[in-house]
Every structure is written in structure tokens, then in C-alpha cells.
């Protein structure tokens, strides 16, 4: 009696041990699971983020290269709502707040009461300042941070890119001529971001 006894206990701490095991390793493979999960969507973060800031300084070149004896016929206007979209947030913060709007305040009146002073090149930098400091929160958080700012950005990219090819008198010519090399690589990189998130955007 008694040896059955401690069988029957022995074998019910062998099933309780068994039970614990078997939890502990669902455990451990949860655990690991949740690992990878968090890395995969910390590198999917990172790479948007890198990319966002490859797209606006992208974006910059081409301002900067419209402003020199690398001048083009493309409608460079159309960059600002494109850094706008682009702007990576700890930019678009600061802009946001007090230094863009003291910044929008004195561009505003030196362009006002001191056009002379006013050179033309900071006319398209102090408007896009101007429009991250007073852009509805539509744009500025809602629109921003959503597919529609992305397709928005693509579009834009494609625009320039075929009117770049157009102005430099075709497709070969603006990936041969020195002028149209260097547009063109500012160009195609304005592609990679929006293109990047409106793909994640559909996963």
C-alpha cells in the first residue's frame, strides 16, 4: 500500500516537472519570438527614418544646386511641400516652435520694409519655415505622418524627374551631360523614401 503510494506520488511530481518544463519552453519560445518581432519593427523604424533623412537632404541639394551655375528649368518650388511631407520630426519640431516662428517673423519683415537686404536665394528656405510654423495641424500632424503625405511626395518626385528629363533634351542626356548627372541622382533619391513608406504603409 505504501509503495503504491509513493509510486503514485513520485509519478505526480514527475507529471507536475514534465508540466513546468513544458510551460518554461513556451515560455522561452514567446520570449523569443517577441525578440525578433521588436527587432524586425526597431530596423523597419530605423530605416524609415534614415531614409526620411536621406529624402530631405536629397531634397535640399536640389534647392542648393538650383541656387548655383548648376541651375535648372525644373519647378523647384515644388521641393518646399516636399520637405515639408519629409522633414524628419526633430526638425520639423524646432522649426515648429519658437525659432520658426521668430525666424518666419524676421523674414517676413525684412522681405516687407527691407526688399534690397532680402537676397533671392533665401526666399524658397525662409518659406518653407514659413510653412512649417503656420501649417494647420491637418497638414503639419495629420497629413504629415500618413500615406497621403507619401503619395503626395511621390508624386512630386515623379513630376520633377520628368520634367528634368524633358528640360535636359531627354532620357540619355540627363543621366551623360554633367549638369544632368547631378540633378538626377538628387532626383532619383527623392523617390526612395515615399516609395519605402507607402510599401509599409500596404504590408
Known amino acids: 500500500m505504501e509503495k503504491r503510494s509513493y509510486f503514485a506520488m513520485r509519478r505526480h511530481q514527475e507529471m507536475e516537472s514534465s508540466l513546468l518544463a513544458s510551460d518554461f519552453h513556451d515560455f522561452a519560445d514567446a520570449a523569443k519570438k517577441l525578440a525578433n518581432h521588436a527587432i ?18 536629397a531634397a535640399i541639394y536640389l534647392l542648393i ?18 520637405i515639408f511631407f519629409t522633414l524628419p ?22 522681405r516687407l520694409f ?17 510653412l512649417i510654423a503656420v501649417a494647420p495641424s491637418l497638414f503639419a500632424s495629420t ?24 528640360a535636359s533634351g531627354g532620357f540619355k542626356k540627363s543621366f551623360t551631360e554633367a549638369n544632368g548627372i547631378s540633378n538626377t541622382v538628387g532626383i532619383i533619391l ?3 523614401y515615399p516609395a519605402w513608406a507607402i510599401l509599409l504603409a500596404i504590408l
Open 190 to 192: 527623392l523617390f526612395v
Open 89 to 110: 520630426s526633430i526638425l520639423f519640431n524646432v522649426f515648429r516652435g519658437e525659432i520658426g516662428n521668430w525666424i518666419a517673423f524676421v523674414a517676413v519683415i525684412l
Open 40 to 57: 524586425k519593427l526597431g530596423g523597419l523604424g530605423f530605416g524609415t527614418t534614415f531614409l526620411e533623412w536621406i529624402a530631405s537632404f
Open 143 to 166: 497629413i504629415k505622418n500618413n500615406w497621403i503625405g507619401d503619395v503626395i511626395c511621390l508624386a512630386i518626385a515623379c513630376y520633377l524627374l520628368q520634367e528634368h528629363i524633358r
Open 114 to 130: 527691407f526688399p534690397k537686404h532680402f537676397p533671392d536665394w533665401l526666399e524658397l528656405p525662409c518659406a518653407l519655415i514659413l
Open 65 to 82: 544646386l538650383d541656387r548655383t551655375n548648376w541651375k535648372t528649368n525644373i519647378l523647384t518650388g515644388l521641393l518646399i511641400p516636399y
